[in-house]
């Protein structure tokens, strides 16, 4: 189903354009296509493991800072809804990944159809890439607003998980989320958050697959 969802996502791709790549496995056989394809593309990723595919598949990179316009952006997701609310927690580069979006003409999420959702379940915790000093007030107002809070750790490092720009991962998890807009806006309020992983009025599409039909969101 990923290779379909990439080879469907192939389609949307022009020579000449600026295209940027997200994280994960169906993003990567995207690469492998445009390689084959021999797309005459540059590529903008959030992502050091796609920017080492792109890298390995001979596709040329450019850094994020130097471009302000993306032509097409796809890019995985944890959950997405109907409205083009999205959630991304694993892969903790949700900064990256918006600033890309933020940039994109079209940010189009690529999933199978067990990640669409009427409304954004929040099966998946909201990661937040955090200011390391403002650990401790963060996880207080995060409380009062109803959610409870993970730091990310990994056993491959002391300590906890840090971002690529050298912050803290948390992970808050909230369930019964009546309004998605007013929980993005009041987590972005607190001081001391750098992103939050819910992307809002961001994504322009999906495409979505599952055994038998490809559809597109929008
Ligand atoms: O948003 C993400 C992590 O937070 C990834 O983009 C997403 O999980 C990738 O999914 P897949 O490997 O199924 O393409």
Known sequence: MKRKCALEALK????????GLGGGSTVAYLVEYLSQEKKDIQVVTPSYQTAQLCLQYQLPLLPTWS?????IA????DEVDLKLNALKSGGAIHTKEK??????????????????????????????????????IVKKQIEQLGGKVHMRSSKAKDGF????????????SFQHV?????????LNNIVGIVETSLFVGLVTSVISVDDAH?????
């Not at 949307?12 to 295209?19: A, K, S, T």
């Not at 796809?74 to 997701?77: Q, T």
């Open 12 to 19: 949307y791709i022009q020579d000449g354009m600026i295209i």
């Open 74 to 77: 796809f890019d995985g997701c």
């Open 99 to 136: 600033i890309i979006a933020a940039m994109a003409k079209q940010y189009v999420l690529l999933v199978d159809e067990s990640k669409v959702y009427e409304t954004l379940p929040f099966h998946h915790s909201v990661t937040l890439e955090i200011i390391p000093e403002s650990m401790s």
């Open 161 to 172: 998980t840090m971002s690529d720009h050298g912050n803290f991962i948390m992970d808050a």
């Open 214 to 218: 490809v559809r597109v969101i929008k």
């Open 178 to 186: 009546k309004d998605i807009k007013k929980l993005n806006n009041d």
């Open 67 to 71: 471009v302000d316009n993306i032509d």
